[in-house]
């Protein structure tokens, strides 16, 4: 690579890692405005939860299409529109502290979930396909750790900004994101490459609405299930509809000349393999929510100052992406995959067997350091290296959102299983089967994964 190939990739790097961090920022970064909204607009805990689940549910569900769209018009042009999208978002989110109200709050989180569902998997997958020769997983594991940190920090984030500002200028929070993401659309318009775009036929518009509706119906019916049970009309109601319309989906799909989701990716064992791992992964992100609370249950600390630990998992998490990207390149995306799984397995069962009926600081921190670490190697970049050597450039976006997905679907089943399983008021101990409820989906993903044989390297 010449030093002027080199600085304009660098100039790619930044765009899309810039972009990275700021739409995993706005994925935490609610938890600590949630309460200071309610309290501001006078609503309760059942109406401001979905200040999150509208945002989870539109992310997961426009991933797709807004993946399809870039492979279809190129993937500078969709970012570009994505962040513009986003800044929308976040402006009518702080408006509505002064018109609007919730209402208005709610439009804005629905459209800043349309901008982040297509800022996250097209910049990894740029940054996998604008990589230098052989350096593929190293750029994939930085864009993992950028993306995996910013979550990560985003709670810290928010209570940051409220705490400079105060509370009762929460609006902030939300208007910070407007100058940077306008600044990143001009750095995207001049830095980003321009690639010709080969897709033939037309775009599957019906497909991505029967799509759309299809996944936000499965989300809003895995929210119900949890909160008002199987049988409630809020639960019978969106299954029905996705029953209906799955069907109809499939059939439609085997008729597009380009479709939303390509039905024989699951007759590719190895896709397959990608994809059942990654709906287990989803599960085990998820799952790192039940942290803060056993840290105050086990060493019996203040409520709400668990969230603290978190940060022990972010800083060796952040270790494994860009090294385990480099041994990716050299050794492919299995080794690393399976060792991370393990570590991480290995860390839970510390965390139940040892720290809970033992608490100790010194304890639980090594726990979390090992969970971390695991986590770090594990998340992201191998799933998204293993479905992009399996699909074509040209779908690389839409594969990408496809792993996205699978995993979002993975997150949003797990918390009703994980919550069912902790027995509060038994301190450290009652964590015990969640603990090892998700070691155990890590050793069950680590085994799927001894069955993936990665395809010949050209």
Known sequence: MTANESRGFGRIAAVYLIGLLVGGLYVGLIAPLRTVIQTDMGIDN???IWMVNVYTLFYAATIPTTGKLADRLGRKRVFTWCMGIFAMGSLLCGLAQFAGGF????VGRVVQAIGAGGIIPVATAEMGASAP??????????????????NVVGAAAGSGIVALVGAENWCWAFFVAVPVGLLLMVGA?????????????KLDVVGSLLFTVMI???????????????????TLVPLALFLVLLPLFRAWERRASDPIFHLEYLHNARIVITMVVSFLVGCVIISMVLIPEFAEAALDLPLGSGGFYMAIMGIFAVVGPPVGGKIIDRHGAKPVLIGGLGVMAIGF??????????????GLVLGLAVVGLGMGFAMGTPLNYMILENTSEEDSSSAIATIALVRQVGTTVAPALLISLATTGMGGVGYVPQLVAVAGINVLSLVIMLFYRSPERK
């Open 46 to 48: 059942s109406l401001g």
């Open 103 to 106: 209402p208005l709050l709610m």
């Open 133 to 150: 020769e052989g350096k593929r997983g190293m750029w994939l594991g930085m864009a993992a750790a950028v993306a995996g940190l910013s």
């Open 189 to 201: 318009s001049a830095w980003l490459p321009k690639r010709e775009v080969a897709h033939e036929g």
């Open 216 to 234: 936000l119906s499965l989300l809003h019916t895995l929210f119900a299930v949890e909160n008002a049970g199987l049988q409630s009309i809020r």
């Open 349 to 362: 069962a510390v965390l139940a067997f040892v720290v809970a009926p033992n608490p100790s600081v010194v």
